[in-house]
């Protein structure tokens, strides 16, 4: 009997803490018969110990194998990956995420109905520890994240982007492998790709994970920061957004700054940044106890400033990403290691 062979792929650097309880995920997947799996780590030559315990893995389950990522950035890790992977179907695992025991199946699953050239299930956010829990319920609120659809977790039917992935090895044939001039924001543009040429990314709510995000203020305004420096690189190279809310935050940013600055020299431009500041302070307690009121009032005290890093960070990543791109400058070195 031919076997249907699905490869999965993972990045990762550092992940001593993480790599264990993964393969045992992965391993523990529960798979069709006539399924056979395949396993490939790319690690981001980490100095942890990590290695160490994918040596033990691979050595122990013939379907585990470790890839050298020499450039240690998450683009370049995926693109070794796929080059060397054997199966029809590829699906991307990341290591700081839960997954039910069918995630694959269900993956499988909606490539087979629908055809398209990526499909995922929504990326739910599911935290530990007060802070961690308030990151977790503003990352799923429309109100901070612009209404994505991928944050949407009954949502079915197209997406501009998905979290994760799992493609039909024809797709990376056709569309090509991941940009590895991006650090970050580097599925986002793959997806964009696809979109643009009438490719189709379909979000599942029965592809069911969980991702779990930054446990500090200061992670989550690094991680912000990347991810809003490098959209600017996406948007240059394809001459548009991926959606419209990726603009706002970087709009709000550079119009309060900019107000901020003539205030000092134009009363009225003062009062107009006075009027903007206190504006979006409503805003981010109006959500706030909208969040809370559903997620739990404990978080409530956290919860303002754990918008505020979200969109400041990003903003003001968006705004230093411009700043590089408008003078034709490659992106800076400072944006080009990734944070946890």
């Known amino acids: 009997m031919n076997q249907r062979r699905i490869s999965v792929i993972a990045p990762c650097r550092n992940e001593r803490a993480h790599v264990v309880a993964f393969c045992d995920a992965v391993a523990a997947q529960e798979l069709p018969e006539g399924v056979a799996l395949e396993v490939l780590v790319a690690d981001g030559m980490s100095d942890d110990g990590t290695r160490d315990l994918l040596v033990q893995r691979c050595a122990a389950d013939p379907r585990f194998a470790m890839i050298d990522n020499p450039r240690r950035i998450v683009s370049s890790g995926l693109n070794r990956c796929i080059e060397r992977a054997r199966g029809e179907v590829i699906v991307r695992m990341d290591l700081h995420t839960r997954y039910e025991s069918d995630y694959i199946v269900e993956c499988l699953a909606a490539l087979d109905r629908t055809g398209a050239a990526n499909v995922g299930g929504p990326w739910r956010a599911e935290g530990e520890g007060a802070t961690q829990e308030a990151v977790a319920a503003a990352f799923q609120s429309r109100w901070v994240t612009g209404g994505a659809r991928s944050r949407a977790l009954d949502h079915e039917g197209p997406v501009d982007t998905v979290y994760l992935g799992c493609w039909p090895r024809?797709?990376?044939?056709?569309?090509?492998?991941?940009?590895?001039?991006?650090?970050?924001?580097?599925?986002?543009?793959?997806?964009?790709?696809?979109?643009?040429?009438?490719?189709?990314?379909?979000?599942?709510?029965?592809?069911?994970?969980?991702?779990?995000?930054?446990?500090?203020?200061?992670?989550?305004?690094?991680?912000?920061?990347?991810?809003?420096?490098?959209?600017?690189?996406?948007?240059?190279?394809?001459?548009?957004?991926?959606?419209?809310?990726?603009?706002?935050?970087?709009?709000?940013?550079?119009?309060?700054?900019?107000?901020?600055?003539?205030?000092?020299?134009?009363?009225?431009?003062?009062?107009?940044?006075?009027?903007?500041?206190?504006?979006?302070?409503?805003?981010?307690?109006?959500?706030?106890?909208?969040?809370?009121?559903?997620?739990?009032?404990?978080?409530?005290?956290?919860?303002?400033?754990?918008?505020?890093?979200?969109?400041?960070?990003?903003?003001?990543?968006?705004?230093?990403?411009?700043?590089?791109?408008?003078?034709?400058?490659?992106?800076?070195?400072?944006?080009?290691?990734l944070t946890r």
């Open 170 to 337: 024809a797709t990376f044939d056709r569309y090509g492998l991941f940009d590895e001039d991006l650090v970050r924001n580097q599925d986002d543009e793959h997806n964009l790709r696809l979109t643009r040429r009438g490719a189709v990314v379909w979000q599942s709510a029965r592809i069911v994970s969980a991702y779990r995000p930054r446990e500090t203020l200061a992670q989550l305004f690094r991680q912000q920061l990347q991810y809003g420096y490098w959209k600017p690189f996406v948007m240059r190279k394809h001459g548009q957004a991926a959606a419209l809310r990726q603009l706002a935050p970087g709009a709000f940013v550079a119009a309060l700054a900019l107000s901020v600055l003539l205030g000092l020299v134009w009363p009225a431009a003062g009062r107009a940044a006075a009027l903007l500041g206190n504006l979006y302070g409503v805003y981010v307690l109006a959500v706030s106890l909208a969040i809370a009121r559903d997620e739990g009032y404990e978080l409530l005290l956290r919860l303002p400033l754990v918008i505020v890093s979200y969109h400041a960070g990003y903003g003001l990543g968006t705004l230093c990403g411009w700043f590089d791109v408008l003078r034709g400058r490659s992106p800076s070195p400072a944006f080009g290691t």
